[in-house]
């Protein structure tokens, strides 16, 4: 608790940006020997890597320590800060707390760490371990997700119930305990399959996402449900304060799993990007953007993005009866001005650079390629390697010229999608309005563990929510 308000909190999306450069980075990586060989006979544990990204360091762009989990098989997946720029909303003001730790869910083990990164920024310990059995009985949910800094309290998704099944949904964590508090739904409506979530804070409007139930997520893509429309096509409106279902807002049965959801962060406007993995029909990309108009909340697609032919034996055996390769969709970031959408497309090794001024009609302007199905592009560095995953999560700086990938997605469909193996890399781009380019030095690998987040020193730009424009 601080009794002057954390630095790192902002009142608007415009000032963060005006804020100091990261100097660390904080990564969480999955040890896939524990999952492939059995999370009880494996000593080792997901990590978490502190990464060095002061260009005045002598230790830039270099791994300078890893915190072990004590337990094996937990796929640290999404984390988040436990407090951020939400804190000063004045509907439910908390400017004491500060942005010292780091919430870390297992997703495959129901496990949450809270993580203290005060004490020493470069070395940070464990402070508060919840159990899966905890977090089942005073919930009712399990493989926890995404994670927000709410303004009374810290927001967590979750896939599944306390027996694994459907449906998934939302829980919170007290602010300065972290004790589960309870479910947050009062009134859930038609909602059943769960996956990201975020919110116009200002206009008291949570929209969450779908992916699917456990059972059809954790061995990977099921074939015969994605053929057959089963996964989730639909986003959710909700009273915030209320925590009642308002709306669903349905994109079809033919675009499967709508996963990541990115609000405008100028809290005066009614609109945001939703990523879509992929479409039955052609296995084609897309992105949405839910608005609100004279007619209540609507959405359209205003990105779509095709499949590219490839040899079929480059192809895993998912792939080969289509002799394509789908772009895969499983990130989407937007700066802090609302103006550049970043989009990862792990099947096809690209990120896209969108503007977005007008949010309606996006414009390519940029195209990265690293790794990719059957292309494995290489990085400057070292041009003659071919690299495999593909883009995966994307974080942007708060000023929005910092760039930062990762190439593991989830240690199921690494295997599906990449059958002879994931090594672990995370790379950084120049970003400006005239430039988009990797930086040539900056690629560091993670030797035996597939990294997947990527959340900076003092916020990012899917990290925090503000209440002024």
């Known amino acids: 608790m ?11 999306a415009r000032v963060a940006m005006e804020s100091p450069p990261e100097k660390l980075a904080y990564v969480v990586a999955l040890n896939p020997a524990a999952q492939s060989n059995g999370s009880l006979e494996n000593p080792r544990g997901d990590i978490l890597a502190v990464v060095d990204l002061d260009p005045d360091s002598k230790t830039y762009g270099q791994i300078v320590s890893q915190l072990e989990m004590p337990y094996p098989g937990d796929e640290l997946h999404h984390f988040g800060w436990n407090a951020c720029s939400s804190s000063l909303c004045p509907q439910s003001p908390h400017p004491h707390l500060e942005r010292r730790y780091l919430v870390v869910p297992g997703l495959r083990s129901s496990r949450i760490y809270v993580i203290d990164t005060k004490p020493n920024p470069l070395f940070p310990e464990i402070t508060k371990i919840i159990e899966p059995e905890v977090l089942k ?80 997520v954790e061995q990977g893509v099921v074939g015969s449900l994605l053929m057959e429309g089963k996964y989730g096509h639909r986003l959710h409106l909700w009273d915030m304060r209320k925590r009642k279902h308002l709306q669903v807002l349905d994109l079809g049965e033919d675009n499967q799993m709508a996963l990541e ?34 007619s209540g909340w609507q959405i359209k697609k205003v990105i779509e993005i095709p499949a590219i032919s490839v040899e079929q034996e480059k192809l895993p055996t998912l792939l080969k009866p289509f002799g394509k390769v789908p772009p895969l969709i499983t990130d989407i970031d937007l700066s802090l001005d609302d103006k550049y959408l970043y989009v990862s497309c792990w099947g096809t090794g690209e990120l896209r650079k969108y503007e977005v001024a007008d949010p309606y009609n996006p414009e390519l302007v940029g195209c990265l390629k690293i790794g990719g199905i059957g292309f494995q592009y290489s990085h400057p560095k070292n041009p003659q390697k071919a690299l495999n995953g593909g883009p995966q999560m994307v974080e942007v700086s708060r000023d929005g010229k910092r760039i930062y990938l990762t190439n593991s997605l989830y240690w199921a469909w690494d295997e599906q999608f990449y059958p002879s193996g ?30 997947h987040q990527v959340r900076l020193q003092g916020g990012d730009s899917s990290t925090d929510s503000f209440c002024f424009p």
Not at 189 to 209: C, E, K, R, T
Not at 280 to 285: E, G, I, P, T, V
């Open 2 to 12: 601080r009794w002057t308000i954390d630095p790192t909190f902002y009142p608007s």
């Open 137 to 216: 009985k005073r919930t009712g949910y399990s493989r926890p997700h995404t994670v927000h800094c709410g303004p009374e309290g810290i927001y967590v998704s979750a896939l599944g119930n306390d027996k694994g099944e459907g449906p998934g949904g939302i829980f919170i964590l007290d602010h300065f305990s972290f004790d589960p508090l309870g479910m947050w739904e009062i009134d859930r409506g038609p909602q059943y399959y769960a996956y990201d979530f975020w919110w116009h804070i200002n206009q008291d409007i949570l929209i969450s996402s779908e992916w699917g139930t456990p059972p059809m």
């Open 261 to 294: 959801l990115r609000p405008a962060h100028d809290p005066r406007k009614s609109y945001g990007f939703a990523g879509v993995v992929i479409s039955r029909k052609d296995l084609s990309a897309s992105v949405w953007l839910w608005f609100r108009d004279n």
């Open 422 to 451: 994931i090594e672990g890399w995370m790379v950084k781009i120049q970003s400006t309005p005239k430039s988009f380019e990797f930086e040539k030095d900056f690629f560091i690998e993670f030797a035996g563990l597939r990294p």
